[in-house]
C-alpha cells in the first residue's frame, strides 16, 4: 500500500513569495490533515477535510493560507504571501475514519520543509 | 481543551539501556493518548495508542506505555534501547468525545550511545 505522498520535499523562497504544496493521501482515505511543525515543537493543525469539505480549520492563519481539496482526493495547501515565520515543515496526513474517529490512526507523509529568507 | 507536556526535550541512553520517555496530559474528559516516532527526514509513524481498553498498551518496536488516569500520564518505555531508536518521540492526545483533533507534545529527542 502506497503511503501518503507529499511534494516538493523542499522549497526555499523569498518573504513576500508565494508557494504551493501537493499531498496525495493513501487511497481511500476520506480524511485530510494538514499540520505545520515549527523547529522545536510539534505537529500543529492547520486544517482538515472530510472528502472535500473542510472540518476544522481554526488554526489557519486565513489572511495567508489556504488549502483545498478538490474531488475529495489530492489536496495543496497555499502560503501567499510567505513571511519568515512560516519556515517549518508541512506535513499531510491522512486516516480512514471520519472527523468522529478521533482514535483513528493518521498516516503521515515526509514533509514539505519550507524556507523563507 | 487538552494539551500534552513532554519532560526533557532530550534524552541520552546507552545501548541496552533502559528507555523511558514522560508525557503528561491535561483533559477535560477521557483522553485517547499516542505516542509517535519520528526519523530524520520523515513522517511521523504510529508507535501506539491507548483508546480506554487496557492500561498498559504495547506497540511496535518494544515499545509500551503505561495510561495511569490518577497521576495524568502516558510514559513511554522500553527495557533495552538499540542504536536504530535515535528518533524523536512526539505524544499526543485527543478527545474520546465526539469530533476531535491531534494535539501533539514539542516531543522528546533520543539520543543513543554506543
Known amino acids: 500500500e502506497a503511503g501518503v505522498a507529499q511534494s516538493p520535499r523542499y522549497k526555499i523562497i523569498e518573504k513576500r513569495q508565494s508557494v504551493a504544496f501537493w499531498c496525495n493521501p493513501i487511497s481511500g482515505h476520506a480524511t485530510l490533515y494538514w499540520y505545520q511543525q515549527i523547529l522545536g515543537q510539534g505537529p500543529k493543525l492547520l486544517i482538515q477535510?472530510?472528502?472535500?469539505?473542510?472540518?476544522?480549520d481554526s488554526q489557519l492563519p486565513k489572511d495567508r493560507f489556504s488549502a483545498e481539496r478538490l474531488k475529495g482526493v489530492d489536496s495543496t495547501l497555499k502560503i501567499q504571501p510567505a513571511k519568515l515565520e512560516d519556515s517549518a515543515v508541512y506535513l499531510c496526513?491522512?486516516?480512514?475514519?471520519?472527523?468522529?474517529?478521533?482514535?483513528?490512526?493518521?498516516?503521515f507523509g515526509p514533509g514539505t520543509r519550507l524556507t523563507v529568507l | 481543551a487538552q494539551s500534552v507536556t513532554q519532560l526533557g526535550s532530550h534524552v541520552s541512553v546507552s545501548e541496552g539501556a533502559l528507555v523511558l520517555l514522560r508525557c503528561n496530559y491535561s483533559?477535560?474528559?477521557?483522553?485517547?493518548l499516542f505516542w509517535y516516532v519520528q526519523y530524520p527526514n520523515q513522517g511521523l509513524q504510529l508507535l501506539l495508542k491507548y483508546t480506554s481498553a487496557a492500561t498498559l498498551v504495547k506497540g511496535i518496536n518494544g515499545f509500551e506505555a503505561e495510561f495511569k488516569k490518577s497521576e495524568t500520564s502516558f510514559h513511554l518505555t522500553k527495557p533495552s534501547a538499540h542504536m536504530s531508536d535515535a528518533a524523536e518521540y512526539f505524544c499526543a492526545v485527543s478527545l474520546n468525545s465526539g469530533y476531535s483533533t491531534l494535539t501533539f507534545g514539542k516531543g522528546t529527542m533520543l539520543l543513543v550511545s554506543p
Open positions: 496526513a491522512s486516516s480512514s475514519g471520519g472527523p468522529w474517529s478521533s482514535y483513528n490512526e493518521q498516516f
Open positions: 483533559s477535560s474528559v477521557p483522553p485517547y
Open positions: 477535510f472530510q472528502n472535500n469539505g473542510v472540518v476544522d
